[in-house]
């Protein structure tokens, strides 16, 4: 196993929300990067100790990256918040990441690079190889396992978000738009480009069953399982749920007349289409409508050989 350790506001939340990740094999509460040995949690609240608090992950790289873990943990934090996470204040609920092994260091340094890109504001992470860690008092340990209704400053649904992930950006690319408009049909381009639609029962998918994934036409993103493909009588391709509620963003869309919200995939930025509200209830009561042209299916027999093997449990 590999270990990082990940400060981000109260470790309470923090830890739940680790522990949840697929791949990460335990965690343990504690105090690192302070200036005095085995701190209490009171001196470290009020003695000015300097310790932050933070979890210690263990995790299974050959599951998870160090990448998508940070990328993961970057959405349980306000990277730019200052000595702060949520409503709590103070130098020990500053944001870290703290490091034992070397060779760590310049994957942190690239993802907190990609961050600040896409950040408003100066990333206020901290990185340092580890100096200590202390582990926290028992009770401290598990907090949310042993009191559900406990205090918690990341919200609810990060942790099923963060639970859910199992698709790891790393290595999808969105080819220029040269090469785009050389591998796609004419339409395939204009649905993910340029946000068209499809005729209704007249696309590839609609009606199409058969056990597989569909990825993102333009990059090869994993979207969507056969098992969560339902008829819904549309025309078009109608999934409950992504594969991993990550790979996908919302976006409001005013177009037409209608108010809608439009789903566009996450690393090729490209059109899928629209979900709406109105899918099977004991499903979660979503329907995605997925344009056939945004898609590429791949079979459950091509996954291992296409590089998708770990997902084949998601098509059970």
């Not at 609240?45 to 933070?54: F, K, S």
């Not at 597989?212 to 009588?233: N, Q, R, W």
Request: with cysteine; net charge negative; proline share 6%.
């Amino acid at each position: 196993m590999a270990k990082i350790y990940l400060a981000g506001g109260c470790f309470w939340g923090l830890e739940k929300y680790l522990q949840g990740i697929r791949g990460v094999t335990s965690t343990q509460v504690g105090y690192a990067n302070g200036n005095t040995p085995h701190p209490s949690y009171e001196d470290v609240c009020y003695r000015n100790t300097g310790h932050a608090e933070t979890v210690k992950v263990y995790y299974d790289p050959t599951v998870i990256s160090l990448g998508f873990l940070l990328n993961l943990y970057f959405d349980a934090i306000d990277p730019t918040a200052v000595n702060r996470q949520g409503g709590d204040l103070g130098t020990q609920y500053r944001s870290g990441i703290y490091f034992t092994n070397p060779e760590d260091l310049p994957v942190i340094e690239k993802e907190l690079t990609a961050l600040q890109l896409k950040t408003v504001g100066i990333i206020a992470v901290e990185v340092k190889s580890l100096e200590n860690f202390f582990p926290a008092e028992e009770y401290h340990q598990k907090y949310l396992d042993k009191n559900p209704g406990g205090y918690c400053h990341i919200g609810r649904s990060a942790f099923q978000k963060a639970a859910s992930a199992v698709v790891d950006p790393a290595g999808i690319q969105l080819p220029d738009q040269q090469i785009l408009k050389q591998s796609l049909s004419p339409e395939q381009y204009d649905v993910t480009q340029n946000h068209a639609t499809e005729p209704p029962f007249k696309n590839e998918f609609w009606n199409h069953f058969e056990p597989g994934i569909y990825v993102d036409i333009t990059t090869g993103e994993p979207l969507f399982a056969s098992s969560d493909k339902f008829e819904s009588g549309c025309g078009w391709p109608s999934f409950s749920k992504p594969i991993d509620p990550n790979v996908v963003k919302d976006k409001r869309d005013a177009s037409h007349g209608m108010i809608r919200t439009e789903v566009l995939s996450r690393v090729g930025n490209a059109h899928l289409g629209h979900v709406f509200e109105d899918g099977p209830v004991k499903s979660g009561g979503l329907r995605y409508c997925i344009n056939s042209a945004s898609l590429r299916f791949i079979s459950e027999a091509d996954m291992e050989k296409e590089g998708y093997g770990y997902l084949t449990d998601q098509i059970k």
